[in-house]
């Protein structure tokens, strides 16, 4: 008797895993980025469009999941949203900058520079994120 109920455990255990729950939590409000977009000299830039995409890594192929696109305002400001799930392993946000300008993120009250796109940690889905970026002309 007490070893199928260790078995039932097993199972249920088993299922409980396959059927997501193992991976890890999701949560279900969205995760935003806001922030703003400056120049070399600190003057918001208006019309910079920014890309929040999600990336699901399958064998050596990265597949995309989600992409949430938007622009600056006249006061430099984005705001990008999106309920990440279960299916998306990286969540990053780049700036579009068709090869006109460098981008600087900032980070600990200093502007670095971005190789690449912005990634946010498993931690930071579902919550707002702050995000600033500076532009300098290439």
Known sequence: ??????FRLLVLILFVCLSGACK?????????????????????????????SGTRVKGFSPIPTFDEDTETDSAGRYKLSYVVGRNTDFVEIAIVTNN????????????????????????EYGKTKNVNFQIKKI
């Open 1 to 6: 008797m007490k070893r199928h109920h260790s």
């Open 24 to 52: 890890g939590k999701f949560p279900s409000s969205p995760t935003i980025v806001t922030g703003t977009v400056v120049d070399e000299a600190g003057v918001p830039v208006k019309g910079i469009e920014l890309t929040l």
């Open 100 to 123: 006109k300008y460098f981008t600087y993120v900032k980070r600990d009250g200093r502007y670095e520079i971005l190789t690449s796109s912005f990634t946010l940690q498993h931690k």
